[in-house]
Every structure is written in structure tokens, then in C-alpha cells.
């Protein structure tokens, strides 16, 4: 019974993406990224040596497979010769990272049927299975049980569970060779549910991830030319909300500069920023303007004649992937989707150069935000008044700014480590010997 309200529920998605298609980009992308799937991954698999170890890493999108690369690059660099096929459910992971060299074979993960589990397991024959963070697939993961293909769930985190998932997890958490999860409530979840021998509370591998990228940093030169002299504050991943808590404080400080990176990149939300920020320039167009010494004479003079013949202080950002080097550049930064249902992003990537991170008020169910702010490296606020207050308080006492900055770096690297539990457990139970 519980597998024929699975079975039902994904008929209905498939449908409606099909349906949603018809007018949403990420729909369409979701439905032409799985047309003549299997075909097209026959022909790639024609190109991959047979006999290696094959690890499979599946991530929801973007941010997971952030999580799981810090990973799947250690096992690559030890066993060079190892086939790594890494899927997406998601577009907004697949088309920003099927390019990603660190993987043989980049794909969508077919719609979850028995069918397709079946063949698509038969097909890339893995040795060793990565389930990042939270997205369960039943049939896929049934499918890995029943030829007793070890899966292991990295940086795991068990959240609220609504009633449809109750009516499945058991079956589907019994998939799972072992569980390294984020935090100790998760862990505790899993043993109110007779999970508990093959749990380990190892930590987050995105913070790995971050130190990784900070400590590899290569210089954005148009950005610093545009910070230079400046205080900064970089806005990352933001939403309506976060912008509309920043409108009127950028406009009244235009000795600072903002850095302001969307979450949606689209042409018609950069059109839309530019008109709430209007001193303000899109990176494509910096990069456009001259270098050094004549890119500092644009943002002492007037922008366009429509803008009131106020000088840019403002850097909207119209491309995806900067957005983790941007915040080197920051003094303070503001981390965007903690005023909506979309969920708080990425802290980290600014923590760790010791940046003093701001965030709305809808942030309880990421525990690293939790930490940080319990640490000193983060504040929350819930108005722009309180943002700007807040703000005002730290540009004009340094000590304290360097304080929380300082606090923020320590936590991070703190708390590093995930990546080396894992790849221990992974030689200790010889998992990628054939």
C-alpha cells in the first residue's frame, strides 16, 4: 500500500513538471534534460574504461553538490583510475555544473520509477553509492539494497517530516549502509526510529568545502577596483525581501560600496534591481569599462543622466558561480533567504574570511546559523531599521567589527573535519574494492 501512494505521487510530478514546462524555464529544463535519457547514457558510458570502481554521487542541486565535492575529489586524487558519475535532480545544479571535470559522467537522475531504477543501476553498476544531505528516492534506493551496492548519506540532516514521508521512511532509511549526519538531533531522529549502530554524527562537509575555496581564493581584478578605498558590504543569494530590507540604506550611504549577488539571475530580476538600486552598474558592464586607474573615475562620476547624477555605489552581480570569492572583498556581509519559506543560504562561504554575517529572522532550522550567532560571528535582524542600526554599530567601532569577524573564521575552521570521518570509514570497510 505504502509503495502504491509512492508510485502514485510520482506519476503526478512527473505530470505536473510536464504541465509547469509549458511556462516555467527550470520545468522545461527539468522535463528536455531526461528526453531519450537512457540512449544518451548508453553512448557516454561507451567512453569510460570498464573494471574501475564506479562511485555514484547524487545531489539535489547546487548547494549539495557542494557539500559532497570536497569528498568525491579526495577519493578521486587517491584512486585516479575510479569512474565518479555524479547526478542531479535538479537544473539548477545539472546546467551550472555538467561541465564539472572532476566527474566522468555528469547526468539528470531519471524520475523515480521502478523501471527506471532499475535500468539506470544496471547501467552505471556502481561500486560505491554518495547520497548528499536530505533527498530520498525510494526505488533508486531499493533498487541499491536489494544488490547490496554500500550507500553511505554525507552531510545527512533530517528535518521535519510531514505525513506522506512518515508512511515511508523506515523502508527507505533501512537502504542505508551508513549515516553521517550533520548534527546530533539528526542523529537522534534516526535512533527514535531504530537507527542508531550505523550513525555518525560527523559534521558538515560544506564547511571542508569553504575552507578549501577560500584558501585556493583568486582575485576578482574588476571588483577590486571597485571596492578599492571603500568599505564593502557583499549582499549574497538574495531574495525581494532581503533587497527591500537594504533599499534605503544603500541610498543613503553612498561612501559605501554594495555588492548585491541574486539568487535568480534572470535578465528581467536584473532589470528590476537596477531600477531599486539605481546608482548602480551589473558586473557584465564593469567588466566592459577601463581598467585600473580609469575603471576608479566611474564611480566618482554620475552614472546614467536617468539616475539623478548620483555616482555607482552599487555592484549587482549578473552570473552564478563569483558569489563565494566575492565575500573576500567584504567588510560585513548580508546572506540572503532568511525573510522567506526559501530557507537561509550559504553562511559559510563568507564566515570563513572572517566576515561578520547578517541574516534575517527565519534561520532555526540551519544549525550553523544557530552556532554562528551563539558564537559571536553572526546577527540577525528582523526590520530595516534594525539592519541599519546594527550596521551603523559596527562601522563605527572597529574592534568590535574585527571581533566578530574573528569569531566567525574561528567557528568555521572549527568545525572542519567531516571529509577525513568519511574517507575512513570508507577504507576502514574497504569500500571501493571491488
Known sequence: MVTTFYNLFIIIYGFAMKLASL???KAKQWINGRKGFFEKLSKNLENLPNGNPAIWMHCASLGEFEQGRPLLEKIKARHPQAKIILSFFSPSGYEIRKSYKGADLVCYLPLDTASNAT???????????LWVKYEFWLHFLLELKKREIPVLLISGLLQNENTFYKLYR???????THFFVQTEVSAQKLAAIGFSANVTVSGDTRFDRVIEIAEAFEHIPAVAEFCSGHKVLVAGSTWTEDEEELTHYVRVNPDIRFIIAPHEVDKENIKDLQKEFPRSIVFSALQSRPPHNEAAKIFDTPAEPAQHNEAINTLIIDNIGMLSRLY?????????GGFGESGLHNILEAAVYGKPVFFGPVYQKHFEAIELKAAGGAISIETALELEARLKELWENESLLKEKGNAAKQYVYASAGATGYIMDYIYKNRLLTN
Request: net charge positive; hydrophobic share 50%.
Open 170 to 176: 523506515k523502508k527507505l532509511l533501512a537502504c542505508f
Open 328 to 336: 573576500k572583498y567584504a567588510d560585513i556581509a548580508y546572506v540572503g
Open 119 to 129: 535500468t539506470f543501476v544496471n547501467y552505471i553498476n556502481p561500486t560505491l553509492v
Open 23 to 25: 511556462w516555467n524555464l
